[in-house]
């Protein structure tokens, strides 16, 4: 597997609607058993070693982890007192996969009732229903997976140049995307919600207070490729036209949003670097143009063993 990984989103999007799906069903349990943090944080996977894992659920019988292996294309849980299941990754319908994940966590006496109703999803199917998105594809389920890696690598070291209040790098089902989020420390205007079948009130408390947010998603919604994004709420005066980089980046007017395609950063001679650039670039378009304390939030980018300097 490259580095950086080629990944055509017409080669997989079948895959990648199904995925999405069952990550869905998988992060909803976390949902179901964890008090609400700000912001939803409580619900996002994380990237790990081997996928895509829910990290510690404390449940009522006991505590457990789901994860995504996406080595060995299983679906496994471990629970505290060392007992394990597990499910295989291959083809199959949404309702399948629904049906057998519930008889996994029946199986190793965990109790919970998750919502059997997608998110941020047009024309959303029940998941016990929907028969129509039954694809995977292990190559690209790897390629993905590899994607996420390099692209959590970047997010992680752009997150340490800032002492503000800042999201970890995690995965939200929802939207099927990779982010990190600044935040200035102030409060915003009340959203005025709307997106698909996702309630207004979660919404609103996702964007309460003023953002910069970037991420990588891997296609569909209106751009049918490999994506990074980044994004203001609410967005400053000027913020669309301003100067950013590399020069492949963009902003869609459709989206709201500043873009850099990910075949831009893969191709490049130096990703990491010009991943970072973007992620730089638009985050100082959004602060300065909202006139975020600066000097108060930012700090030099860490280093591995050498501890920020202050005085």
């Known amino acids: 597997m490259e580095r950086w990984p080629e990944l055509p989103y017409a080669a997989w999007k079948d895959t990648a609607a199904t995925l999405q799906l069952w990550t869905q069903i998988v992060g909803k349990t976390r949902l179901a058993l964890t008090p609400w943090l700000n912001h939803s944080w409580h619900v996002t996977l994380y990237v790990s070693a081997r996928g895509l894992t829910t990290s510690l659920i404390s449940g009522r019988t006991c505590d457990f982890e789901i994860a995504f292996d996406f080595v060995d294309h299983a679906l496994l849980l471990r629970t505290s007192d060392g007992r394990t299941g597990s499910m295989a990754l291959k083809p199959m319908t ?69 002492v503000g209040k800042a999201s970890p790098v995690h995965f939200f089902w929802g939207s099927f995307d990779l982010a990190v989020t600044r935040f200035s420390g102030r409060r915003a205007p009340l959203h005025s919600g709307g997106f698909p079948h996702l309630p207004d009130a979660v919404v609103r408390e996702a964007y309460s207070h003023e953002v910069s947010s970037a991420g990588f998603w891997p296609g569909g919604g209106g ?89």
């Open 94 to 162: 949404v309702a399948d996969f629904f049906a057998a994940y519930r008889v996994l966590l029946g199986g190793l006496g965990i109790e919970t009732q998750i919502s059997g109703a997608p998110n941020e999803v047009p024309d959303a199917i029940p998941f016990a229903d929907d028969v129509s998105h039954a694809s995977y594809d292990p190559e690209y389920v790897g390629r993905f997976w590899h994607a996420l890696l390099r692209s959590h690598e970047v997010f992680s070291h752009f997150r340490t140049g800032f």
């Open 223 to 311: 751009i049918e490729y490999p994506a990074y994004y980044s994004y203001a709420y609410p967005a400053p005066d000027g913020f669309a036209g301003a100067q950013i980089a590399p020069q492949q980046a963009f902003f869609s007017k459709e989206l709201g949003e500043f873009v850099l395609p990910y075949d831009a950063v893969r191709t490049a001679p130096d990703p990491e670097r010009t991943l970072l650039t973007f992620l730089e670039s638009t985050y100082a378009a959004a602060a300065s143009l909202g006139k975020w304390d600066r000097a108060q939030l930012e700090c030099a980018l860490g280093s591995p063993r050498h501890p920020r300097l202050v005085g």
